[in-house]
C-alpha cells in the first residue's frame, strides 16, 4: 500500500498570504494525484485532480504541482474561507486511494 | 446538481449490525463507481469500499473485510453500506462519494455512526 505523507501537519498563514502544503508518496503515483479541502463540520470537497487540474468552480488561486513521490498545493493569497484541513490522495495504485493525514491551514 | 444523502447512523453496541444508505440523484447513478469513506472523530480520511457500476466488483480496506458488505441497487439509485460486528475503531462520520477513476469527485455529507456500549 501507498503511503502519503503531508507536510507540515499545521500551517500559520496571515490572510492574504501564500500557502505551500506539500505532499509526498511512498512511490511513485505519476500524477494521479488529488487535492481535497475539509471545512469544520463539512464535508470533503475536491479540488485538484491529476496534480494540476482544478476542479469545476476552483477559484484559480488553487494550484498544484508535482508528479511522481513529490507534490505541492499552493495557494496564493488566503481567503477567510480558504482555513481549513487539505488532504492529498493518490490514484494511482486504487484501492485502496490512500490519503494523507491533512494539512491544518490556520489564522496566525 | 450532484447530490448525496447519507442516512442511517446512530448509536450501536460492539457486536450488533448498522446498514448505511446513501440516496443518489443529479447524475445517472447506474453509470459510476461509487465509495464509502470514513473519518473518526477528529482524524483523517479512510476509505472504506468500492463498487462497481453494475456491482458486480467490490473492494475492502482490510480493516473492514469480512465484516461490511457494500451493495447497490441502480434502480432506487440508492448505495449500502451493511456493517456487522461493529468495533469501537468502527466509530466514524460515513460519507459516500461518487467515483471517477479513483478519484471522489462528489461527497455526501455524512451519517454518524457511534459503536459504544
Not at chain 1, 7 to 21: C, D, I, M, Q
Not at chain 2, 86 to 112: H, M, N, P, S
Request: hydrophobic share 35%; aromatic share 10%.
Amino acid at each position: 500500500e501507498i503511503v502519503m505523507t503531508q507536510s507540515p501537519a499545521t500551517l500559520s498563514v496571515s490572510p492574504g498570504e501564500r500557502a505551500t502544503l506539500s505532499c509526498r508518496a511512498s512511490q511513485s503515483v505519476s500524477r494521479n494525484l488529488a487535492w481535497y479541502q475539509q471545512k469544520p463540520g463539512q464535508a470533503p470537497r475536491l479540488l485538484i485532480s491529476g496534480a494540476s487540474t482544478r476542479a469545476t468552480g476552483i477559484p484559480a488561486r488553487f494550484s498544484g504541482s508535482g508528479s511522481g513521490t513529490e507534490f505541492t498545493l499552493t495557494i496564493s493569497s488566503l481567503q477567510s474561507e480558504d482555513f481549513a484541513v487539505y488532504y492529498c490522495q493518490q490514484y494511482n495504485n486504487w484501492p485502496p486511494g490512500t490519503f494523507g493525514q491533512g494539512t491544518k491551514v490556520e489564522i496566525k | 446538481q450532484v447530490q448525496l444523502v447519507e442516512s442511517g447512523g446512530g448509536v450501536v453496541q460492539p457486536g450488533r449490525s448498522l446498514r448505511l444508505s446513501c440516496a443518489a440523484s443529479g447524475f445517472t447513478f447506474s453509470s459510476y463507481g461509487m465509495h464509502w469513506v470514513r473519518q473518526a472523530p477528529g482524524k483523517g480520511l479512510e476509505w472504506v469500499a468500492v463498487i462497481s457500476d453494475n456491482g458486480s466488483t467490490k473492494y475492502y480496506a482490510d480493516s473492514v473485510k469480512g465484516r461490511f458488505t457494500i451493495s447497490r441497487d441502480n434502480s432506487k439509485n440508492t448505495l449500502f453500506l451493511q456493517m456487522n460486528s461493529l468495533r469501537a475503531e468502527d466509530t466514524a462520520v460515513y460519507y459516500c462519494a461518487k467515483d471517477r477513476l479513483g478519484i471522489f469527485a462528489y461527497w455526501g455529507q455524512g451519517t454518524l455512526v457511534t459503536v459504544s456500549s
